[in-house]
């Protein structure tokens, strides 16, 4: 099983940004963060590298119901989506929170898992 969910799209890096948000909203996510790999690096390294962002989108329901699964699964949360300029088109990838689960014993939590996992999906399939 892979650890993400993918896809690529012909659209520049904030234009599809913009199109995972929209979709994630659809599915009851928020944006909470977002981390600019590429301007990280110039400023703490003076590196150059490719436009790459990951998005931290967070489904409030989900996140208490997991909470209250498994009270360390803040360790994982929130669901990261990553988009990065590939040569001729953007990649977008969400993680696999199916594959995250392995080592999570709570039945509970699995299920939960699932249902994030069709979302997200739905999400990645959407674009």
């Known amino acids: 099983m892979k650890y993400y969910i993918n896809t690529t799209v012909n659209l520049d890096m904030d234009k599809a940004t913009e199109k995972v948000a929209e979709e994630l909203k659809k599915e009851g996510f928020g944006i909470v963060t977002q981390f600019d790999v590429n301007k990280a690096l110039k400023e703490k390294l003076d590196m150059d590298f490719r436009p790459y962002r990951i998005l ?70 959407s674009l």
């Open 56 to 125: 931290g989108a967070c489904n409030p329901a989900f996140a208490v119901k997991s909470i209250g699964f498994e009270d360390k699964i803040g360790t994982i949360l929130p669901c990261n989506v990553m988009i990065q300029q590939k040569k001729d088109s953007v990649e977008i990838a969400a993680v696999n929170p199916l594959s995250m689960m392995s080592e999570v014993e709570s039945e509970g939590m699995k299920q939960l898992a699932g249902e994030i996992f069709n979302k997200l999906t739905r999400v990645i399939e």
